[in-house]
């Protein structure tokens, strides 16, 4: 079975703080793709990054970082120095290799609300 | 820029109506989907399309159909809309394995 789960269902943090949203994937497929979305009030998710199976070294994109491990089948989002514009829900994504149409399957969405 | 535009971001429709949702892509993309958004439970998958004429059943197909009559325009119809409908519903568009591309999003409610 494919699946995805964010546990975390609301994160407050205040802001300048550190957040890590967590995600944690099930597939039996050796080859996969794993995303994260941001969806801000305005409604339109928003592509932050993609991960294939094969890569599991640690991106860095500014203040957005990932951690990707295979050995517990996790899929973490670091936020560092949080800031207000960072309040949104956040949506961790698989793609399975034996999918042949680029449908994702979505975790349930993390909403970080980051107070000043 | 990918754009993906769904025609309304707010609906209201009574019950039984027949409700069409439009969507249309600017990227020559194969790949449309819909998907059904719901506190809790995050996005589901409706339908999708992998080429004009082609769709296949999501996740919860049931209440809904869907047409692609041109590769560039995936719409959603609500044969006989029924409040438990009420959800915001979003269109995406794909190239097989990049990511997809989002719209606003179409926030229905059946009275």
């Known amino acids: 079975a494919q699946k995805v789960t964010q546990a975390q269902t609301e994160i407050s943090v205040v802001e300048k703080e550190d957040v890590t949203l967590d995600c944690v994937y099930e597939?039996?497929?050796?080859?996969?793709?794993l995303f994260w979305y941001k969806q801000p009030p305005s409604g339109e998710l928003v592509f932050l990054i993609r991960?294939?199976?094969?890569?599991?070294q640690n991106e860095i994109s500014g203040r957005y970082s990932w951690n990707f491990q295979k050995s517990t089948s996790s899929f973490n989002f670091t936020i560092t120095a949080s800031q207000v514009v960072d309040s949104a829900v956040y949506f961790c994504?698989?793609?399975?290799?034996?999918?042949?149409?680029?449908?994702?399957?979505f975790g349930q969405g993390t909403t970080l609300q980051v107070k000043p | 820029d990918v754009k993906v535009t769904q025609s309304s971001r707010y609906l209201v429709k009574r019950t039984g109506e027949k409700v069409f949702l439009e969507c249309v892509q600017d990227?020559?993309?194969?790949?449309m989907f819909w998907y059904r958004q719901d506190p809790g439970l995050g996005l589901r998958l409706i339908y999708f399309s992998y080429d004009v004429k082609m769709k296949e059943k999501g996740d919860i197909p049931e209440g809904y159909s869907v047409s692609r009559e041109k590769k560039e325009r995936f719409s959603l119809i609500l044969e006989s809309a029924s409040t438990n409908q009420t959800s915001m519903y979003l269109c995406a568009s794909s190239l097989l394995w990049s990511p997809l591309h989002f719209g606003n999003g179409t926030r229905l409610t059946v009275t």
């Open positions: 991960r294939n199976s094969f890569d599991e």
């Open positions: 994504a698989l793609l399975h290799g034996s999918s042949n149409t680029g449908k994702l399957i």
């Open positions: 597939t039996r497929d050796t080859t996969y793709y």
């Open positions: 990227m020559d993309h194969e790949n």
